[in-house]
T-cell receptor, first 111, second 112 residues
Framework: DAGVIQSPRHEVTEMGQEVTLRCKPISGHDYLFWYRQTMMRGLELLIYFNNNVPIDDSGMPEDRFSAKMPNASFSTLKIQPSEPRDSAVYFC?????????FGSGTRLTVV | GESVGLHLPTLSVQEGDNSIINCAYSNSASDYFIWYKQESGKGPQFIIDIRSNMDKRQGQRVTVLLNKTVKHLSLQIAATQPGDSAVYFCAERKGGSEKLVFGKGTKLTVNP
């Protein structure tokens, strides 16, 4: 099992540009989570899906953020337009009731 | 409201000593707890978990203790090694939800 796979590992973009982060969960896991990690706020849950359906998006900062899960093996987190305060490490995780497994993260820098 | 906090932001121990990392949680409805280890540049790595119907669980060199009376969780690492140096997070899940709420983390440094 390759674990949770995220891409890209690093992303540097200019303010105002669209950014898309990608995640492939572990096969068979029916929950998928997007987290954001910063020094100031720690690990924050942005949104999570169950069987490809968004269940709780209360952590999404604002309308500039959107997430989709078109099928069981793929999810995207999009920021449009991006702002410098969006700079953080974004993690995707998947689970099947217990044992949440995290990907290696995408380090996003918005300049 | 929901919150998970850690008593100590940093902990420094000597190699071979036992380490204890503490965590306080405030949501009495939480039914599942996990400890994660995060090394620099990596994602959180699962260490050990415990359900609320237990008060102790042991793994390889690690033990998690849960005291629901005072809403306290601890991670004990036996014979701490330099490779244990990392940031440790506790996380709680409220019953009926899949949301995992993380604490701020404790940085463990193991001195050789």
């Amino acid at each position: 099992d390759a674990g949770v796979i995220q891409s890209p590992r690093h992303e540097v973009t200019e303010m105002g540009q669209e950014v898309t982060l990608r995640c492939k969960p572990i096969s068979g896991h029916d929950y998928l989570f997007w987290y954001r990690q910063t020094m100031m706020r720690g690990l924050e849950l942005l949104i999570y899906f169950n069987n490809n359906v968004p269940i709780d998006d209360s952590g999404m900062p604002e309308d500039r953020f959107s997430a989709k899960m078109p099928n069981a093996s793929f999810s995207t987190l999009k920021i449009q337009p991006s702002e410098p305060r969006d700079s953080a490490v974004y993690f995707c995780a998947s689970s099947s009731n217990y044992g949440y497994t995290f990907g290696s993260g995408t380090r996003l820098t918005v300049v | 409201g929901e919150s998970v906090g850690l008593h100590l932001p940093t902990l420094s121990v000597q190699e071979g000593d036992n380490s204890i990392i503490n965590c306080a949680y405030s949501n009495s409805a939480s039914d599942y707890f996990i400890w994660y280890k995060q090394e620099s540049g990596k994602g959180p790595q699962f260490i050990i978990d415990i359900r609320s119907n237990m008060d102790k669980r042991q793994g390889q060199r690690v033990t998690v203790l849960l005291n629901k009376t005072v809403k306290h969780l601890s991670l004990q690492i036996a014979a701490t090694q330099p490779g244990d140096s990392a940031v440790y997070f506790c996380a709680e899940r409220k019953g009926g939800s899949e949301k995992l709420v993380f604490g701020k983390g404790t940085k463990l440094t193991v001195n050789p």
